[in-house]
């Protein structure tokens, strides 16, 4: 029951935009997205609430569909420094949390 | 601050064998949990706490047990591990509930059953 992310993973040049969709089946009341480079742990990027509220990165913006279930991640003029797994990740039943099944992004120059 | 910190880095574990994944956070955070990461895919979460002396089940808790008996520190254990507990460990740290605090992360725990 985890949410779907696409695409799976995706190369773009430095300076070129991507978006990183998020998908669930269940409804959803916040998002996160966090990017994890390889041998690292997850680093916080973003949270969208209910309601527009977004708390996060400067450079980088999301979107929040309550009614589709969905999120969207944008990341414009992208850099080297951008590349790295990105996972959205949210909360269902309780205090459970799920992460999303993750995209891969590399930027090359 | 340090932030989120586990010991040890790597582990070498032999098939029956118990150990326990430490686990600390000084920033005064409520929540905490504990997810498993395998090769090339995503984390499941394994246990969470929202407080001291509070925990429960995450999606994925066989084979482990947790316990929560200060804020800061909320260590794993793994008892009668099996090659399927090869994974990499984060331990996590929030000041309130996911629904509206972000997460930070501790460096992780390589874990290998042979």
């Known amino acids: 029951q985890q949410p779907v992310q696409s695409p799976q993973a995706v190369i773009l040049r430095e300076g070129e935009d991507a978006v990183i969709n998020c998908s669930s089946s269940?409804?959803?009341?916040?998002v996160h997205w966090y990017r994890q480079k390889h041998g690292e742990a997850p680093v916080f990027l973003m949270i969208l609430l209910k309601g527009g509220e977004q708390k996060g990165h400067d450079k980088i913006s999301a979107s929040f569909n309550e009614k589709k279930q969905q999120s969207s991640l944008y990341l414009t003029a992208s850099q080297l420094s951008y590349s790295g797994t990105y996972f959205c990740g949210t909360l269902y039943t309780g205090n459970q949390f799920y992460f999303g099944t993750g995209t891969s992004l590399t930027v090359i120059p | 601050n340090a932030g989120v910190t586990q010991t040890p880095k790597f582990r070498i574990l032999k098939i029956g064998q118990s150990m326990t994944l430490q686990c600390t956070q000084d920033m005064n955070h409520n929540y905490m949990y504990w997810y498993r990461q395998d090769p090339g895919m995503g984390l499941k979460l394994i246990y969470y706490?929202?407080?001291?002396?509070?925990?429960d089940k995450g999606e994925v808790p066989n084979g482990y047990n947790v316990s929560r008996s200060t804020t800061e520190d909320f260590p794993l254990r793994l008892e009668l591990a099996a090659p399927s507990q090869t994974s990499v460990y984060f331990c996590?740290?929030?000041?309130?509930?996911?629904?509206?605090?972000?997460?930070?992360f501790g460096p992780g725990t390589r874990l290998t059953v042979t």
């Open positions: 269940k409804a959803l009341y916040s």
């Open positions: 706490s929202v407080g001291a002396g509070i925990t």
């Open positions: 996590a740290s929030s000041y309130g509930t996911s629904s509206s605090y972000e997460q930070y």
